[in-house]
């Protein structure tokens, strides 16, 4: 049974999803493997006209048929056919989660974890890298924003197998495990003819949500870096905030959402009161039929009037670039990098019985000016790329020299 959540309950769980966005950072769980008991009821729904007779007939057939009954997993089972039926929406970010893979989300949201370090999710049905995580095995194993993952291979856990149909929760459980061991990934680079094949070994991650350093010749910038919203970021935010306050002679800010996969979509709208005005609109929830929700800014306003450019990047997705639409659209912000990811729905995460999860696609995000940037992403208003070869960060350097000059 699903819980009934009220409005603000809702606003609370909401979560943007890319692969977080799940924010599956591919982490590591040390989640019990044994799944709960279940009972099973062969009654059909009231008041639908359905007919389960194949369901029951090929389950009973597995029963009697199958050569090894030991494996026959009933619970496993159920899990399965509820996975079936939910993939046949045909959106890979409305899912069903296992107990097990639940509690992996919910890890994941906490920043700590072992594993590769990517964030991953969809272009069209093709499972794609969104971004490595700075100072992460996957980042050092030259896996780059926009890599599509087209085979896993795990010598340790006797799997090998390609990606074409996989799920996130099934890509994470894949790529996912201990500090130590290795997997291998298969990718596809646009540029590129041939297959690149990467073994990665896993480790132990934290992952902060801000960071903050003061740059420009009198240090008198503040970059101030958003690595996802997750359940700290206000709080992260918060201290930065303050501590840029607390500068003497700030000149302006970078806010850099590069590599930002998104999260909860709450910490888009809160981190965007502080650069606009109280009830400015930034984001419009389209919920079809004509149903639509705004959610508006609430200050504080700690930083509005400063000089303010964006730095995002392919791997910029949801809730990030909720911000950064708000943002110039609202205030007229540039945007210096790439054209970011293009993931323009919102997920709401619902807590069934037995510790089992369903993410469910509630509604379409909108700019304030309509705009739906899904498969499309936002257009850099200064594109530049980083070049990897040169220890340069081309495009922190462009934004630095746009403050100054501009």
């Known amino acids: 049974m699903i819980p009934k959540l009220t409005l603000p309950k809702v606003r609370k769980l909401i979560v943007v999803l890319t692969s977080w966005t799940f924010f599956f950072l591919l982490g590591y769980s040390i989640a019990a493997s044994s799944v709960p008991k279940i009972t099973i009821n062969r009654e059909s729904p009231k008041n639908r006209d359905l007919d389960f007779s194949l369901f029951w007939n090929i389950w009973d057939t597995l029963d009697a048929n199958y050569y090894d009954n030991s494996q026959l997993d009933e619970a496993n089972m159920i899990y399965g056919a509820i996975k079936g039926m939910v993939a046949a929406v045909g959106d890979p970010y409305t899912v069903f989660l296992t107990p097990r893979e639940n509690e992996v989300t919910q890890e994941d949201l906490s920043g700590n974890f072992e594993g590769v370090g990517i964030q991953i999710g969809f272009r069209g049905q093709q499972l794609a890298v969104i971004s490595p995580l700075p100072g992460t095995p996957a980042e050092e194993a030259g896996i780059k924003a926009g890599d599509y993952i087209v085979g896993i291979k795990d010598e340790e856990k006797d799997i090998e197998r390609g990606t074409t149909g996989i799920t996130l929760p099934e890509a994470v459980q894949l790529i996912r495990g201990r500090a130590g061991t290795k997997v291998n990934l298969t990718l596809l680079r646009g540029g590129s003819d041939e297959p690149i094949i990467v073994d990665v070994v896993r480790k132990s991650i934290d992952v902060p949500s801000v960071s903050l350093a003061f740059v420009g010749e009198t240090k008198d910038i503040a970059h101030l870096r958003v690595m996802k919203f997750g359940a700290e970021t206000k709080a992260e935010w918060d201290k930065a905030v303050l501590e840029i306050l607390l500068h003497n002679n700030l000149s302006g800010v970078i806010l850099d959402l590069r590599g930002n996969p998104g999260g909860y979509l709450q910490g888009a709208v809160d981190l965007s009161g502080d650069f606009m005005d109280v009830n400015e609109l930034v984001v419009i929830e389209d919920r079809g039929n004509a149903h639509t929700e705004e959610l508006r800014a609430n200050g504080p306003g700690r930083l509005k009037g400063e000089k303010l450019v964006i730095l995002a990047d392919g791997g910029s997705a949801s809730a990030s670039e909720i911000l950064a639409g708000a943002l110039r659209e609202n205030l007229g912000t540039d945007i210096i990098g ?44 200064v594109e530049i790329e980083d070049d990897f070869d040169t220890p340069e960060d081309e495009q922190l350097a462009k934004a630095i020299d746009y403050l100054i000059t501009n």
């Open 338 to 381: 790439m054209t970011t990811f293009g993931k323009g729905t919102i997920q709401e995460p619902m807590y069934l019985d037995s510790g089992a999860g369903l993410h469910v696609t509630i509604a379409k995000w909108l700019t304030p000016k309509g705009n739906w940037v899904n498969d499309q992403g936002l257009l850099p208003d």
